[in-house]
């Protein structure tokens, strides 16, 4: 908590007039244009990985970055609170991109993978539920995540589940379908702090370096949304 608070005055002393510029602007409202689906994981930190400011991502962080499906008229099969970010990014903000985005030696991926009994957390070992499909995936996958240590695997296999989730909501179809919204997996290695994201064409997460960064810059423009 100390690191918290010194971190506040250190803020309030190091941040120059570009930054109260931006904030001020901020204040006004929010226009960023992309959902950004993440663990709670202290190690996941997309702002410093994806190189991103205040206002860039609308971001939804929980435990294992599980979405819960949604039923045929829209309502969440789980509680509201992640369909509520996502009605209010994809309906509201009008994001064009969505990104689900995993990591390796996730505690949730590993407790899934332990059976998801996990003693003294009720609510834990139910919100786990939600990536029963990528563990059941987990036995017959013979192309995503096939090398990894199985946590890993099922990791990458639970953002590719957590993306159908997405696609169950009708709002979320709408939005496909009328204005080109993307949905993106992408997987974060702690060990090398790299990214990497799901190429439908190679059915595999590919790192993203230089080569693979400007291919899937190409790649958007061909897939523009339309607003
Ligand atoms: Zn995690």
Redesign the pocket.
């Known amino acids: 908590m100390k690191k918290l608070i010194n971190g506040i005055l250190e803020f309030r002393q190091k941040a120059g007039p570009e930054v109260r510029e931006t904030f001020t602007r901020l204040a006004l409202g929010q226009s960023p244009d992309c959902l950004f689906i993440a663990?709670s994981?202290s190690r996941v930190v997309p702002n410093l990985f994806a190189s991103t400011y205040p206002g860039d991502l609308f971001v939804l962080r929980n435990v294992?970055?599980l979405m819960p499906p949604s039923d045929t008229a829209g309502r969440s099969l789980g509680d509201e609170s992640e369909a509520s970010a996502v009605e209010f990014a994809v309906a509201t903000l009008n994001v064009k991109d969505v990104v689900v985005c995993g990591?390796s030696e996730?505690?949730?991926?590993k407790a899934l993978l332990g059976g998801r009994d996990i003693d003294g957390a009720p609510n834990l070992s139910s919100w786990l539920r939600h990536g029963d499909g990528a563990r059941a995936r987990l036995e017959r996958e013979e192309t995503v995540g096939v090398g990894l240590a199985k946590h890993n695997q099922l990791s990458q296999l639970s953002v590719l589940e957590q993306i159908e989730h997405l696609r169950s909501y009708p709002l979320v179809q709408k939005a496909i379908a009328e204005r080109g919204l993307r949905l993106h997996g992408w997987w974060f290695d702690i060990a090398t702090a790299a990214v990497h994201h799901y190429e439908p064409d190679e059915r595999r997460f590919v790192l993203i370096d230089e080569t693979e960064g400007a291919r899937y810059l190409a790649a958007l423009d061909d897939r523009s949304p339309s607003t």
């Open positions: 663990c994981d294992g970055n990591h996730c505690g949730a991926m």
